[in-house]
């Protein structure tokens, strides 16, 4: 119980921080080094991470498979942390296939592979419209599929993440690994764009 | 609880509310209730999050990915499109 006239919403957020590390510490339920590795893992979240796996799906196909098959698996082999992450479910587009993720429950998200999840990934706009009208949402982002292309939206309501392994961009035979990744956007990732 | 529905059965999500009978934390979207769908795969077993919302003792639950048609729940779809959902078993009945 907190002393009576502590307002703990006014004390300096340091003070509150430190005072509860002391006691995650002293009571055995996070060391130091645990708080630390996963103030590291959530800093190296990031899109640049899932933009990694995609790029490497497109250039080994042996890769593609481990992601379609474990997207936790796939993730850790780039040395990318998961530990405590919910599983990672990874969503083939083809040319006859288009997904787009969405939550419409909250913000589920993959974010050890994608970070931050986008402010209007959250809204209640985005949340409605991805699983009513998927295709007015896709053209409210200038994204135009081929015709004869099925939306599939997948609504992550429990323990998985997904994210959208997106189709490789015509044009991009010559372009190495790194310079793949570089074009592969968080958008792209959740299926609301196309890589271009 | 051992999974019992296999890929490509035909399955109904329940038509309950139990948002109506007091606090409740569900998963199951309330526009797939009473809808049919296919089961694509078994993802796994996890703890039922309607029992560890409240912290309450949670059975292990099969999870499925069910596959619905979209323009039957949402008139603005197109006919093809499709909603992907995670649902856990006792929502589910064979249709």
């Given at each position: 119980?907190?002393?009576?006239?502590?307002?703990?919403?006014?004390?300096?957020?340091e003070?509150?921080?430190?005072?509860?590390r002391?006691?995650l510490?002293?009571?055995?339920?996070?060391?130091?080094?645990e708080?630390?590795?996963?103030i590291?893992?959530?800093?190296?979240?990031s899109p640049?991470?899932?933009?990694?796996m995609?790029a490497?799906a497109w250039?080994?196909?042996?890769?593609?498979?481990?992601?379609?098959a474990?997207?936790?698996?796939?993730?850790?082999?780039?040395?990318?942390?998961?530990?405590g992450?919910?599983?990672?479910?990874v969503?083939?587009?083809?040319?006859a296939?288009h997904?787009?993720?969405c939550?419409?429950?909250?913000s589920?998200?993959?974010?050890?592979?994608?970070?931050?999840?986008?402010?209007?990934?959250?809204?209640?706009?985005?949340r409605?419209r991805?699983v009513?009208?998927?295709?007015?949402?896709?053209a409210?982002?200038?994204?135009?599929?081929?015709?004869?292309?099925?939306?599939?939206v997948?609504?992550?309501t429990?323990?998985?993440?997904?994210?959208?392994?997106?189709?490789?961009?015509?044009?991009t035979?010559?372009?190495s690994?790194?310079?793949?990744?570089?074009?592969?956007?968080?958008?792209?990732m959740i299926?609301?764009?196309l890589?271009? | 609880?051992?999974?019992r529905?296999?890929?490509g059965?035909?399955?109904r999500?329940?038509?309950?509310?139990?948002?109506?009978?007091?606090?409740?934390?569900?998963?199951?979207?309330h526009?797939?209730?009473?809808?049919?769908g296919?089961?694509?795969?078994?993802?796994?077993?996890?703890?039922?999050?309607?029992?560890?919302?409240f912290?309450?003792p949670?059975r292990?639950?099969?999870?499925?990915?069910?596959?619905?048609?979209?323009?039957p729940i949402?008139?603005?779809?197109?006919?093809?499109d499709?909603?992907l959902?995670?649902?856990?078993?006792?929502?589910?009945?064979?249709?």
């Open positions: 119980m907190a002393e009576p006239g502590l307002n703990l919403p006014s004390l300096p957020p003070r509150l921080l430190g005072a509860l002391a006691l510490a002293a009571k055995g339920l996070a060391s130091p080094a708080i630390a590795e996963r590291a893992a959530t800093d190296a979240a640049a991470q899932g933009a990694r995609v490497k250039t080994d196909p042996d890769y593609r498979a481990l992601m379609l474990d997207g936790t698996e796939a993730a850790l082999s780039l040395g990318i942390p998961m530990r992450a919910p599983p990672l479910g969503l083939e587009d083809t040319p296939l997904h787009l993720v939550c419409t429950l909250c589920c998200y993959p974010r050890a592979v994608l970070g931050y999840p986008p402010f209007w990934y959250k809204s209640a706009g985005y409605a991805a009513r009208d998927p295709r007015g949402l896709l409210e982002w200038g994204t135009v599929l081929p015709p004869g292309t099925k939306i599939r997948v609504d992550s429990a323990d998985y993440r997904w994210m959208v392994l997106p189709l490789r961009p015509a044009g035979a010559e372009l690994e790194v310079a793949l990744a570089a074009l592969v956007r968080e958008t792209d299926g609301v764009t890589p271009m | 609880m051992t999974a529905l296999a890929p059965a035909l399955v999500v329940r038509d309950d509310w139990p948002e109506t009978r007091g606090k409740v934390h569900i998963r199951t979207p526009y797939l209730r009473g809808r049919t296919r089961v694509v795969r078994h993802l796994g077993d996890f703890p039922n999050p309607e029992d560890l919302a912290a309450r949670a292990i639950l099969p999870l499925y990915h069910v596959l619905f048609d979209q323009p949402w008139h603005e779809g197109s006919a093809g499709e909603i959902v995670e649902i856990y078993e006792p929502w589910l009945s064979p249709a």
